[in-house]
């Protein structure tokens, strides 16, 4: 027999942590589309111009990849929830 007061945490718990990968994967693409389009001002760092792109890109590409990691979690406890 589980404990109710545990089975009424684990979907708190669910919720905050795909908000937080959401969250996350804001930041991410945020972040890479800064880099890319940063002036040498803003960023204050000696970066060669292709090296500002790939980690950019990298750095968007892997904000996708989380974003469609958690999607695909959340529909997946949705689908048996249900």
Do not use: C, H, W
């Amino acid at each position: 027999m589980q404990n109710p007061r545990r089975e009424k945490q684990a979907p708190f718990l669910r919720k905050f942590v795909y908000y937080f990968s959401m969250l996350m994967t804001l930041i991410y693409v945020g972040l890479g589309i800064f880099i890319i389009f940063a002036d040498e001002e803003q960023m204050n760092l000696d970066i060669p111009q292709n090296i500002k792109y790939l980690l950019g890109g990298i750095l968007i590409l892997y904000g996708v990849v989380r974003f469609v990691r958690a999607y695909k979690q959340k529909s997946k406890q949705n689908g048996t929830n249900e």
